[in-house]
C-alpha cells in the first residue's frame, strides 16, 4: 500500500490559500510590545511607583506615546507588506515580515533598558514613539511606487509598481509629524502643568 504524498503543485496551492491568514497575524504582531505598553502604562497610572499624583499624570502621557507607537508599527508593517507581496513570493515575504518583528520587539525592549522605563517612563515613550514616526516616514517613501488602484482589495493583482519613488511631504507631515507634535505639545504641558502644581520651578 502506498502513501499518496502532496505532489508540489498542492503544497504550493496550501501555501498560498493560508498566505493572507498568515500575512495577517504576523501584521498584527507589530502591535504587541505598544499594546503590552500601553496596559503596563495603564497599570501604573492606577497602581503608581509612588503615591503621587505626578506620577499618574506622567503613565497618562505614557499611555498617549505608546499607542502613537502601537498605530505607526500597524501602518509601518503595512506598508512594508503591500511591497513584499508586490516584489516577492509568500513564503519570502512570511520570512521578512517575522524579521521585522524580530527586529523592532528587541529595539524597543532594548530602548525601555537602556533609558531605565521603572526610572524614567516618559523619556523612554517618547524615544520609542519618535524613532517609530521617524521610521515610517522612511517606509512611506520606500514603498511610494506601489501603487494600489482605488476599490480594489490589497491583494498582488491590484497593486502595481511605479518606476520611481517620490517624497510626499504634505502626507509625512500629516501622518508623522502631526501625530508626534501633538504628543509632544500634551507632554510639555503635562511636565509644566505637574510642576507647577509640585511647587518646583
Not at 515575504?93 to 521603572?118: G, K, M, V
Not at 509632544?184 to 520651578?201: D, K, P, Q, T
Amino acid at each position: 500500500m502506498t502513501i499518496p504524498f502532496p505532489s508540489p503543485a498542492h503544497k504550493q496551492r496550501a501555501i498560498l490559500d493560508l498566505a493572507p491568514l498568515l500575512f495577517e497575524s504576523c501584521r498584527l504582531l507589530a502591535v504587541v510590545p505598544a499594546v503590552f505598553g500601553t496596559f503596563w502604562n495603564l497599570y501604573r497610572v492606577l497602581m503608581p511607583p509612588e503615591n503621587h499624583w505626578r506620577w499618574r499624570v506622567e503613565y497618562m502621557v505614557c499611555i498617549l506615546w505608546s499607542v502613537l507607537t502601537g498605530s505607526q508599527c500597524l501602518k509601518l508593517t503595512t506598508g512594508l507588506l503591500k511591497r513584499w507581496r508586490v516584489y516577492y513570493s509568500p513564503l519570502p515575504t512570511l520570512i521578512r515580515l517575522l524579521a521585522l518583528q524580530a527586529i523592532c520587539w528587541p529595539a524597543t525592549h532594548f530602548t525601555l533598558s537602556l533609558l531605565d522605563h521603572e526610572t524614567r517612563p516618559l523619556v523612554c515613550w517618547a524615544a520609542i514613539g519618535t524613532t517609530t514616526c521617524c521610521s515610517r516616514s522612511i517606509q512611506m517613501w520606500v514603498t511610494s511606487n506601489i501603487v494600489e488602484p482605488p476599490g480594489s482589495s490589497p491583494s498582488d493583482a491590484s497593486m502595481k509598481r511605479r518606476s520611481k519613488r517620490r517624497w510626499d511631504g504634505a502626507a509625512v507631515l500629516r501622518e508623522c509629524v502631526l501625530p508626534a507634535a501633538i504628543a509632544y505639545f500634551v507632554m510639555a504641558w503635562a511636565v509644566i502643568l505637574s510642576r507647577e502644581f509640585n511647587g518646583s520651578r
